[in-house]
């Protein structure tokens, strides 16, 4: 039953956010100020994390797949397709979850509990809209390119690797990234990125808005947050994958 009572709480909470704002000038603010702060903000950690993830699954794979029955140019076409598919749109929303999802739910949580959403009220400003509201579209779109970003460095980073480790020439692997490559996987992999954004930003700014109590409520908060985006993602990641690549 909390199950229930919790979604259409959330449900509730959407369609009070994406109601008409009260001025444009200060959303549009807000936006790039958000922008700014989840994709400027998490470039180096996806940088750091896109371009191992690549180099290990490139030694990963190849230490699996080395021998004269297969073609060496296949390890950068099951590289690809591993990356472009799952690891870059999955683990790239996986760690932003955690980053930038518990940032929104500790700001809006600690504007809960400081009063200053009720200041909002008495004013009459739609409290949930102006705190959440340019969170989520800032995320809708910074993500994504956040998503791109990784998806090249991980390519990059498994090129390098395989050089570095003598388990497959850089030509080759371009090869096999080349090889029967479908821009519909590219497709998914995007579906799957405004998916996830839009899952990190809303349940995030939904857990912060409904805080409640003081500082140790407010951690809490942070910590569900980050919990059921992580969910979210997961279990969305199964019905997209379900849905598209099986149509």
């Not at 549009?28 to 699954?57: D, H, M, P, R, Y």
Request: with cysteine; proline share 2%.
């Amino acid at each position: 039953m909390r199950f229930f009572q919790h979604f259409g709480g959330y449900i509730l909470f959407l369609s009070t956010v994406f109601s008409k704002p009260e001025k444009w000038k200060i959303l549009w603010k807000q936006i790039i100020i958000e922008a700014n702060n989840i994709g400027v903000g998490s470039f180096n950690i996806i940088s750091l994390i896109s371009g191992f993830t690549g180099a290990v699954s490139t030694i990963q794979i190849g230490y699996q797949l080395v021998s004269g029955l297969v073609p060496e140019y296949l390890i950068g076409r099951i590289v690809r397709d591993s990356n472009i598919l799952e690891f870059s749109p999955t683990i790239t929303c996986l760690v932003l979850a955690g980053k930038v999802g518990s940032n929104i739910s500790s700001e809006i949580g600690t504007m809960k509990v400081t009063e200053q959403v009720d200041a909002l009220e008495i004013m009459g400003v739609n409290s949930s809209s102006y705190v959440a509201l340019a969170k989520i579209i800032a995320g809708f779109f910074t993500i994504p390119a956040l998503v791109v970003y990784a998806m090249m460095l991980s390519l990059l980073g498994g090129a390098v690797s395989g050089h570095l480790s003598g388990i497959i020439s850089v030509d080759f692997f371009v090869k096999g990234l080349r090889s029967d490559f479908e821009t519909y996987s590219v497709i998914f992999c995007m579906v799957k990125a405004f998916t996830f954004a839009f899952l990190i930003t809303s349940v995030s700014s939904y857990q912060g808005y409904r805080t409640e109590g003081g500082a140790l409520e407010v951690g809490e908060s942070s910590t569900k947050a980050v919990v059921y985006s992580c969910m979210a993602i997961i279990f969305f990641d199964y019905i997209i994958s379900q849905l598209m690549l099986f149509r």
